[in-house]
């Protein structure tokens, strides 16, 4: 009967429009909700009855068209709009947002899960995780802080707990060297008094002579076994050196590791605490035993004048302090000459600080050549040399090639690599010149490596990469963030709490990092915004609300008319 036809297909028409109104209901409510992708409600009509199939002309006749009877609509299916959200910026790096298309890869209990919602927090373990505890995926760094491709891990972000330290391996240095100045021509000179193998004063030592068989010229011994040689205030350059004992019998570490017993040993002690650079070729530089006496010869440049008195080198022998070493400065090293200083860091972060010296050593009418002394007193031996080497500039000033060089630090029983490379570098755009000045000025403008650093803070790249940012300013990659993609990422489930799963319709996902596989990139310290059109969602209950008004009207109409049959039957 046509009126009750009429009522099943008005009371499909309620059903329908209340379903409208569910979905509309639902963008509303999560008009906040991050990264929330609205929905759309599909209708379609129900099948017809079908009262004429219709026929095709003929001769004689024309054709007619089907007669049929919708029995109503019903839902043909949700529709989810994956349009981006809007991008707002919150300033937690643990927020991030995804552009394009792509979902975050999540770990929940063991089971992959996905999501547009980035915001991420570090939990207990400082693992990035979701709201809900969902661990965020990603591959992780090696002990070099290298990606581990291919292996999917949670993404850990250690603050407070991951250190880092750099050792240097780069200084580069600016300046100018005073051509104008001359080279040097004379050597520091400091002789000692002269000592003797015998009470008798008539035969003078050697190097090879033991310190306890060392007489002065009054024939009274100058050391014993457990004496204590200390050099306290003795300068180089002007500049003060460190304060450095030897004793007598014992083994001291001398730069050769020598048993500290004979004169030539006690020299090596002088030399290693002046810190005279005896490797160059044909330098007469270094400390030695001439006819009894500590001879004393600096290298050249007024920066490396040594000064040297008897009150600076005291004897200790048991409870008596004497000064029985007499020292005489018999010449000053001269020569334009500058010094800088700077502080690298071993392996282990400890700083080293390093003396470079420059002093000229010859003026052409090709140019000028200068040598470079690297000395540091935070070696692990007495000796202060580090390296030297020499450079040139021709007669524009310009500094020819090589204009690097490699000097190596000693860090050996500290804890750090016992051995460290270092390499300076004078050229170069902003590096050494050497022009007519009034006087030489050097100084290291960068050099890398750095002290112990903990990690503070870190930022997510468009890239995926999670780099750490240390106390220590260095930064290091900590990890990266994956995504997942799909052949049809509207068949994802929705699981609830921002969460969906791969489905039969969504197709298997893939993982890759950000910008492949069609994805966009990432957004750090930002969230994606629901997608929810309020004025779309608003016409939509308006449309539903006259939808479901109009229904209830054919069940009204379709009630009354049977009512005026029965009363006719009546």
């Known amino acids: 009967m046509g009126l009750t036809t009429a009522l099943y297909s008005g009371l499909s028409g309620l059903a329908a429009n209340s379903q409208l109104i569910t979905v509309a209901g ?41 007669e049929q009877i919708g029995l109503g609509t ?16 919150t300033g937690n790096p643990g927020d991030i947002a995804l552009e394009g298309k792509g979902y975050f890869v999540v770990n929940v209990d063991g089971s992959q899960r996905f999501t547009r919602a980035g915001d991420f927090k570090l939990d207990r373990d400082q ?75 008539t035969t003078p030592a050697t190097g090879a002579t033991a310190l306890t068989s060392l007489f002065d010229s009054t024939g009274t011994p100058v050391f014993s076994t457990g004496s204590v040689i ?30 500290g017993t004979t004169y030539q040993d006690l020299a090596d002690f002088f030399n290693g605490t002046l810190g005279v650079d005896t490797s160059i070729t044909g330098d007469p530089a ?12 600096g290298n050249g440049g007024s920066v490396n004048d040594i000064a040297l008195d008897s009150s600076q080198v005291s004897v200790v022998t048991g409870s008596t302090t004497a000064q029985p070493l007499a020292f005489t400065k018999n010449a000053a090293s001269d020569g334009e000459s500058v010094r800088t200083a ?4 071993d392996s282990v972060g400890a700083p080293v600080t390093i003396d470079l010296s420059m002093a000229m050593e010859s003026k052409t009418s090709s140019g000028t050549t200068w040598r470079y002394y690297a000395q540091s007193d935070d070696g692990s031996s007495v000796g202060r040399v580090v390296g030297t080497g020499t450079l040139s500039f021709d007669t524009s000033g310009h500094l020819l090639d090589p204009t690097t060089d490699t000097v190596t630090l000693q860090r050996a029983a500290t804890g750090a690599a016992p051995s460290q490379d270092v390499t300076l570098n004078f050229g170069g755009q902003g590096g050494l010149s050497a022009f007519s000045n009034s006087a030489s000025q050097i100084t290291a403008t960068t050099l890398d490596g750095s002290p112990i650093g903990t990690l503070e803070s870190f930022a997510v790249g468009s890239d995926g990469m999670v ?13 990266q963030v994956a995504l997942a993609t799909f052949a049809n990422p509207e068949g994802l489930t929705d699981q609830g709490g921002n969460l969906f799963s791969a489905s039969a319709s969504s197709g298997d996902a893939g993982i890759v990092t950000p910008g492949m596989g069609g994805t966009g990139g990432l957004v750090g310290g930002a969230l994606e915004l629901s997608n929810v059109d309020l004025s779309q969602e608003f016409v939509n209950l308006i449309s539903a609300s006259t939808g479901f008004s109009a229904n209830s009207r054919v069940l009204t109409t379709s009630d009354r008319l049977i009512q005026e049959l029965l009363q006719t039957i009546r």
């Open 230 to 259: 200390t050099i306290a205030g003795a300068t180089k350059g002007g500049a003060t050196l460190p304060t450095h004992t030897f004793e007598v019998g014992a083994t001291n570490t001398t730069g050769s590791d020598t048993t």
């Open 127 to 201: 693992d990035l995780v979701t709201s809900t505890g969902a661990r965020l995926q990603g591959y992780a760094v090696d002990e070099n802080y290298n990606i581990l491709p291919g292996q999917l891990a949670d993404l850990n972000v250690p603050l407070g707990n991951l250190t880092l330290a750099e050792a240097t391996k780069n200084v580069r240095f600016n300046g100018n060297l005073n051509v104008s100045g001359d080279p040097n021509s004379t050597r520091a000179n400091v002789t000692g008094q002269t000592l003797y193998s015998d009470s008798a004063h």
């Open 467 to 479: 780099t750490g940012i240390f106390s220590n300013t260095r930064t290091r990659t900590l990890g």
């Open 286 to 297: 270094g400390v030695a035993v001439t006819a009894g006496q500590l001879a004393i010869t």
């Open 342 to 345: 700077f502080v690298a860091y």
């Open 26 to 66: 639902n963008n509303l409510a999560n008009v906040n909700t991050t990264a929330f992708k609205s929905s759309r409600a599909d209708f379609e009509s129900q099948f017809s009855e079908t009262l004429s199939p219709g026929s095709a002309p003929s001769s004689a006749l024309g054709g007619t068209n089907p």
């Open 74 to 89: 019903r839902l043909g299916g949700i529709t989810r709009n994956l349009k981006e959200g809007s991008i707002q910026p």
